[in-house]
């Protein structure tokens, strides 16, 4: 039977990051990436607060829940073939063919920030494309990182022949539940504090395999246990109301500082709300939203090639009406939010229906 709960909370997520990505591409608070901000406080910055510490986390928890669902019903090798084609493939043909124009509005916003071109203009056309098409990689970190976990899946499923470990977990209770948070904290410092200009660090900060792999087997062993998701049912609005009381307290007290940094999310009452709000979703949709109907299943069928192709949008509007127009703040992010939210679903729609470009770019 269908976990129509995990697929709505699922693509609600996906809207969330788009939306994000809205506010995150005008943020004034020293994340990386975007075009800079307005100057001020920039108060609407409090998006990436509260979403930030833990929607790619969920994510991650929830891909491991679909893997584990996925290995019960098709081989290994029918497995990882699958996810070869739905998540490796769009993360590098896929820059070739559509996430080249992320790069192109990426390049041009750098420019822009240091005064001066990046490129020489001796530069062949051919050599700028690809530098382009790799400096689009933008969020499709998040399926480059989930084909490796997809990996490790496979070894860890040679080396547990028998299934022992997710058999084990099947018995694990609320309070358990609660203190395998320490594992993100332990995670956590997996991340690079100070990481070198020169190195790759900045990358691996950005990517976090080893931190975000325990979300993603933590939703394989554990989350993927029907016992589990009752529990969380259970108790959902107890733990959907720590989480957001954890959430306010954690933004008023550090609203300015960088939010993506490894000391900020290296803080207890980072780890606390990331926890709670990740338990509390799954627990809140486990329990009101295991239903569908129309909308929800176009979503669930859509939120993917909505992730895929959603930043072009964003690099390309994002850039154009901050640069090239002199509208108010206000009426720039309002028409940027509809913008990624309208034109995504419509590149989407048209993409699917390319053959090769929907190979390259959607995996399909």
Partial sequence: ???????????????????????????????????????????????????????????FLIAGISSRYSLEKISSKQFLASRTRKLLVPATLGLLVLQWITGYFNTIAAEQAMGGPLFSEEMPVLIKYFIYSISGIGPLWFIQDLWLFSIILI????????????????????????????????????????????????????????????????????????????????????????????????????????????????SPMNIAYTWFMMLGLLGVFQRYFNHTNCFATYMTKSSYGLYIVHYVVIASFGYMLKIHTTLPVFAIYAILTIAVFVLSLLLNEILRRIPIVRWCVLGR
């Avoid at 995990?6 to 969330?16: M, Q």
């Fill in 155 to 266: 070894l860890i499923g040679k080396i547990d022949k028998k299934d022992r470990l997710w058999q084990m977990c099947e018995k694990i209770k609320f309070i358990p539940i609660i203190l395998l948070g320490l594992l993100l904290y332990a995670g956590s410092f997996t991340l690079i504090q100070n990481p070198r200009a020169e190195s790759f660090d900045g990358l691996l900060n950005l990517y976090k395999p080893l931190n975000y792999l325990i979300p993603f087997l933590m939703g394989y062993f554990v989350f993927s246990h029907d016992k589990v998701q009752e529990i969380l049912g259970k108790y959902a609005l107890y733990l959907i109301s720590i989480a957001l009381i954890a959430g306010t307290i954690l933004t008023i007290r550090t609203f300015g500082q960088d939010n993506t940094s490894p000391q900020y999310l290296q």
């Fill in 1 to 59: 039977m269908r976990k129509h709960w995990l697929d709505n909370l699922r693509w609600v997520i996906v809207l969330l990051v788009l939306f994000y990505h809205v506010i995150y591409f005008y943020n004034n608070k020293g994340v990386f990436g975007g075009i800079g901000g307005f100057g001020g406080n920039q108060y609407q910055d409090i998006v990436m607060y509260v979403l930030y510490p833990w929607f790619m986390m969920l994510m």
